[in-house]
């Protein structure tokens, strides 16, 4: 069982920067795919930006050039450094896991809230 624990969401200013992490209980140097996801009030999730084993990224077109994903395998943990943040990045932030491509379980995070307000 994967367990993902979600950490550094707030309140921050239009124009600040948060810094989400995502801790794993299990070792995440060979892990297929880990996303960060957002859910709005009254929205569907959507997914934020992914970092698959290639080491690949990618990016929804809103966040690009604002957001980046990285991870620390050392440190089990996948980070989401977002800069000059908007009021409508307003969301809950989750954090999800696909062991392998073959896998028959994903893994979710509880969430952290970020709030973009003046």
């Known amino acids: 069982q994967v367990q993902l624990v979600e950490s550094g969401g707030g309140l921050v200013q239009p124009g600040g920067s948060l810094r989400l992490a995502c801790a794993s209980s299990v070792s995440i140097a060979n892990i297929y795919r880990m996303d960060w996801y957002r859910q709005a009030p009254g929205k569907q999730r959507e997914a934020v930006a992914g970092?698959?084993?290639?080491?690949?990224?990618n990016y929804e077109d809103s966040v690009k050039g604002r957001f980046t994903i990285s991870r620390d395998n050392a440190k089990r943990t996948m980070y989401l450094q977002m800069n000059n943040l908007k009021v409508e990045d307003t969301a809950v932030y989750y954090c999800?896991?696909?062991?392998?491509?073959?896998?028959?379980?994903?893994?979710w995070g509880q969430g952290t809230q970020v709030t973009v307000s003046s």
């Open positions: 999800y896991l696909r062991p392998s491509v073959y896998s028959a379980t994903d893994y």
């Open positions: 970092l698959r084993i290639t080491g690949g990224t």
